[in-house]
């Protein structure tokens, strides 16, 4: 019937190999020390796991056990497990060297003892020693089996207390997952990942206590190189979207603590959101870290809502991974989610469609970003979680619904023949728009009028929603039944100022210096044309009956360059320049017999005739003063006194001198 069994997945509460180290160097292993996963925050030489770790036994109970590690390996402790390998020296050396890379060829023993970090296996008193410190990685998966990689790479199973017993895998795998561990209820687990005969779909084995495989799941579905296959959730269950023989696709859930099936299900996939969009969709793209979650499908969504057409989705439970509805969302007749993907270079889900109603009617909600009103969304505003489907739904109460939604750009035909003879490399990718049809009474959608198609640009807060609701729709552009017609022209004109943008761009980097600076001097010469053009017109606009020139804070400069009707209209209301030395000017420029100078050059002549008279007068008295100061050869210095004249210091003493 069904070729398949299952696999395992990390929990919420732990990550992947969170009870088991990879592959150390010195600096990871200083790190582990410094942040208190060792018994001793002061041992850099050997650390044995301050928390436990769960394992499984034969009979069904967990054991404790906890890993150890030590940084004191010598060239001595490597050449004996080489020996025991029979690998020689040179050998390892060579390896070594070409898994550093770079410049690796001159290092010797010594240099990779120094920087290496070697594993073992402690019992549950934390002491007493089940594997020595001898292999890169160890992987413990039952009281009698633990998987271990060695020096030279070799992966193999081995007994604890018994080095010696060191054995292959026994089956093929590419990669694997260690699992679990942190709890007793959810011991640790390995999923081996190989190759599935079944064209483009996985397999995967899960092993027992022993080592051996005891649940094969085949031909799952892959996620196209965005993550594990399978779904975790924190109740020990893991998903996988399995495909069958017959081409029907299903999912099937395991339950890790009994490495058994717990049940098929409806298909689910494994979305991943990311970051809500601040604002308008062409901000902040750069971020990374998104989240993966599993949606089961509950219906789909036709082409008439342009790119939101494909599924309707339902949240799994993080728990168990049923499909279950927000408690909080009771009364918003909410039937699923629909994911909202923005053309590159976003990556992933960058918001939510919730589908609301009954089989007689829908209605819908843009829910892009955590509402403030929401105790827990206002923290979540920002945040990597803000976009997860469980708390959309949640949300979904706080947002204003709509008749009908249909995101997308313009006419393919149409826009290919407005750029139909422009280099390709200038034009821009078309801009999204957000298209909807109202409720005439949003509070009541399940039996309020609607209205015809308005845009909502290019904005998906709710504020673009709520802005057109608060708006007279009938001062808004609408269209009766097709949104893909209403918002074609509008961007095609934005389109076109940005073609114009990155054509000007690149025919800039591609001139040469000389024509560069030719270019930039036609574009200032055009500037200042257009801006006298437009500060005459302000002018203009400025002179009419009931206005002020003074609301134009550039009219003197309108009225400088152009005399007449304008330096008239300001003389009248000011009746001095701003500067007297712009008198000359605007003679110079329109002739000394002109109507302007004739309008301005009497106050200046004033101006310059009162400064003259000052700087006379101010001559006259500086000559005065002169004179007085002049030596008089009639003048007799009286006789030197014979007399000591003396002053007081006012300490008591005296200062005496004579001529």
């Given at each position: 019937?069904?070729r398949?069994?299952i696999?395992?997945?990390l929990?919420a509460?732990?990550a992947?190999?969170?009870?088991a180290?990879?592959?150390?160097?010195?600096?990871?292993?200083?790190?582990?020390v410094?942040?208190?996963?060792c018994e001793?925050?002061?041992?850099f030489?050997?650390c044995?796991?301050?928390?436990p770790?769960?394992v499984?036994?034969e009979?069904?109970?967990t054991?404790v056990?906890?890993?150890?590690?030590?940084?004191?390996v010598?060239?001595?402790?490597?050449e004996?497990?080489?020996?025991?390998?029979?690998i020689?020296?040179?050998?390892?050396?060579?390896?070594?060297?070409k898994?550093?890379?770079?410049?690796?060829?001159?290092?010797?023993?010594?240099y990779f003892a120094k920087?290496?970090?070697?594993?073992?296996?402690?019992?549950?008193?934390?002491?007493?020693?089940?594997?020595?410190?001898?292999?890169?990685t160890?992987y413990p998966?039952?009281?009698?089996?633990?998987?271990v990689?060695?020096?030279?790479?070799a992966w193999?199973?081995?007994?604890?207390?018994?080095?010696?017993?060191?054995r292959d895998?026994?089956?093929?795998?590419?990669?694997f997952?260690?699992?679990?561990?942190?709890?007793?209820?959810k011991?640790t687990?390995?999923v081996?990942?190989g190759k599935?005969?079944?064209p483009g779909?996985?397999?995967?084995?899960v092993?027992?206590?022993?080592?051996?495989?005891?649940?094969?799941?085949?031909?799952v579905?892959?996620?196209?190189?965005?993550g594990?296959?399978?779904?975790?959730?924190d109740g020990?269950?893991?998903?996988?979207?399995?495909?069958t023989?017959?081409?029907?696709?299903?999912?099937v859930?395991?339950?890790?603590?009994?490495?058994d099936?717990?049940?098929?299900g409806?298909?689910?996939e494994i979305?991943?959101?990311?970051?809500?969009?601040?604002?308008?969709?062409?901000?902040?793209v750069?971020?990374?870290?998104?989240?993966?979650?599993?949606?089961?499908?509950?219906?789909?969504?036709?082409?008439?809502h342009?790119?939101?057409?494909g599924?309707?989705?339902?949240?799994?439970?993080?728990w168990n991974?049923?499909?279950?509805?927000?408690?909080?969302a009771d009364?918003?007749?909410?039937i699923?989610?629909?994911?909202l993907?923005?053309?590159?270079?976003?990556?992933?889900v960058?918001?939510?469609i919730?589908v609301?109603?009954?089989?007689?009617?829908?209605?819908?909600?843009l829910?892009?970003?955590a509402?403030?009103?929401?105790?827990g969304?206002?923290?979540?505003i920002g945040k990597?979680?803000?976009?997860?489907?469980?708390d959309?739904?949640g949300y979904?109460?706080y947002f204003?619904?709509?008749?009908?939604?249909?995101?997308?750009?313009?006419?393919?035909?149409?826009?290919k023949?407005r750029?139909?003879?422009?280099?390709?490399?200038?034009?821009?990718?078309p801009?999204?728009?957000?298209?909807v049809?109202?409720f005439?009474?949003?509070?009541?959608p399940?039996?309020?009028?609607?209205t015809?198609w308005?845009?909502?640009g290019?904005?998906?807060?709710?504020?673009a929603?709520?802005?057109?609701?608060?708006?007279?729709?009938?001062?808004?552009?609408?269209?009766?039944?097709?949104?893909?017609?209403?918002?074609t022209?509008?961007?095609?004109?934005?389109?076109?100022?940005?073609?114009?943008?990155?054509r000007?761009d690149r025919?800039?980097?591609?001139?040469?210096?000389?024509?560069?600076?030719?270019?930039?001097?036609r574009?200032?010469?055009?500037?200042?044309?257009l801006?006298?053009?437009?500060q005459l017109?302000?002018a203009d606009?400025?002179?009419q009956?009931?206005?002020?020139v003074?609301?134009?804070a550039?009219?003197?400069k309108?009225?400088?360059?152009?005399?007449g009707?304008?330096l008239?209209?300001y003389w009248?209301e000011?009746?001095?320049?701003?500067?007297?030395e712009d008198?000359?000017?605007?003679?110079r420029?329109f002739?000394?017999n002109?109507?302007?100078?004739?309008?301005?050059?009497p106050?200046?002549?004033?101006y310059?005739?009162?400064?003259?008279?000052?700087?006379?007068?101010a001559?006259?008295?500086?000559?005065?003063?002169e004179?007085?100061?002049?030596?008089?050869?009639?003048w007799?210095?009286?006789?030197?006194?014979?007399?000591p004249?003396c002053?007081?210091n006012y300490?008591?003493?005296?200062?005496c001198f004579s001529?």
């Amino acid at each position: 019937m069904f070729r398949y069994l299952i696999l395992v997945m990390l929990v919420a509460l732990g990550a992947l190999n969170a009870q088991a180290w990879q592959t150390l160097d010195g600096d990871e292993f200083k790190n582990l020390v410094q942040k208190g996963r060792c018994e001793s925050r002061t041992d850099f030489k050997r650390c044995a796991a301050s928390w436990p770790t769960f394992v499984r036994t034969e009979n069904g109970s967990t054991k404790v056990q906890y890993m150890l590690a030590r940084n004191d390996v010598t060239e001595a402790d490597i050449e004996g497990l080489l020996k025991e390998m029979n690998i020689s020296t040179q050998r390892y050396l060579d390896f070594a060297r070409k898994q550093r890379g770079g410049n690796a060829g001159s290092l010797g023993l010594d240099y990779f003892a120094k920087n290496m970090v070697l594993q073992g296996l402690l019992a549950s008193d934390g002491k007493t020693e089940l594997l020595p410190s001898i292999y890169k990685t160890v992987y413990p998966v039952s009281d009698t089996l633990v998987m271990v990689r060695k020096i030279n790479n070799a992966w193999g199973f081995v007994t604890p207390g018994d080095p010696a017993s060191f054995r292959d895998i026994g089956f093929g795998w590419d990669t694997f997952d260690f699992l679990f561990g942190q709890l007793e209820t959810k011991p640790t687990m390995l999923v081996f990942k190989g190759k599935s005969d079944a064209p483009g779909l996985e397999k995967y084995t899960v092993i027992d206590a022993k080592g051996q495989p005891t649940l094969t799941i085949d031909r799952v579905k892959p996620r196209d190189g965005q993550g594990r296959s399978y779904a975790f959730f924190d109740g020990g269950y893991l998903g996988f979207p399995v495909r069958t023989e017959e081409g029907t696709d299903i999912s099937v859930f395991v339950k890790s603590a009994t490495l058994d099936v717990d049940r098929i299900g409806p298909p689910f996939e494994i979305l991943r959101y990311g970051w809500r969009i601040q604002g308008n969709y062409n901000l902040d793209v750069g971020r990374t870290g998104f989240k993966d979650v599993a949606m089961e499908k509950v219906g789909s969504f036709s082409s008439s809502h342009g790119i939101l057409a494909g599924d309707i989705y339902l949240p799994l439970d993080e728990w168990n991974g049923y499909a279950k509805i927000n408690h909080e969302a009771d009364g918003e007749k909410i039937i699923g989610m629909v994911p909202l993907y923005l053309p590159k270079p976003y990556q992933h889900v960058r918001g939510w469609i919730t589908v609301h109603g009954d089989d007689t009617r829908r209605w819908y909600k843009l829910v892009a970003h955590a509402p403030e009103e929401d105790a827990g969304g206002k923290l979540q505003i920002g945040k990597k979680r803000e976009l997860e489907p469980q708390d959309i739904v949640g949300y979904a109460k706080y947002f204003p619904p709509v008749a009908d939604i249909w995101i997308g750009t313009a006419d393919e035909a149409l826009y290919k023949a407005r750029f139909e003879d422009a280099d390709p490399r200038d034009i821009p990718q078309p801009g999204l728009r957000v298209v909807v049809r109202l409720f005439d009474d949003p509070s009541n959608p399940e039996t309020s009028g609607i209205t015809d198609w308005v845009s909502t640009g290019d904005d998906i807060h709710r504020r673009a929603v709520e802005k057109v609701y608060d708006a007279d729709i009938s001062t808004l552009k609408t269209h009766p039944f097709d949104p893909q017609a209403l918002i074609t022209n509008d961007v095609i004109v934005h389109a076109g100022v940005e073609y114009a943008m990155n054509r000007d761009d690149r025919e800039y980097r591609e001139m040469t210096p000389a024509q560069r600076k030719a270019r930039e001097a036609r574009r200032e010469a055009n500037y200042q044309a257009l801006l006298a053009d437009v500060q005459l017109a302000s002018a203009d606009e400025v002179m009419q009956p009931g206005r002020s020139v003074r609301e134009y804070a550039n009219f003197y400069k309108v009225a400088k360059t152009h005399g007449g009707k304008y330096l008239k209209a300001y003389w009248r209301e000011y009746r001095h320049l701003p500067d007297i030395e712009d008198s000359g000017e605007i003679c110079r420029r329109f002739g000394q017999n002109s109507e302007e100078c004739r309008l301005v050059w009497p106050t200046a002549q004033a101006y310059y005739a009162e400064e003259k008279a000052k700087a006379d007068r101010a001559a006259e008295r500086y000559a005065r003063e002169e004179m007085d100061r002049r030596f008089d050869p009639n003048w007799n210095r009286p006789s030197k006194s014979k007399e000591p004249r003396c002053y007081n210091n006012y300490d008591g003493t005296q200062t005496c001198f004579s001529d």
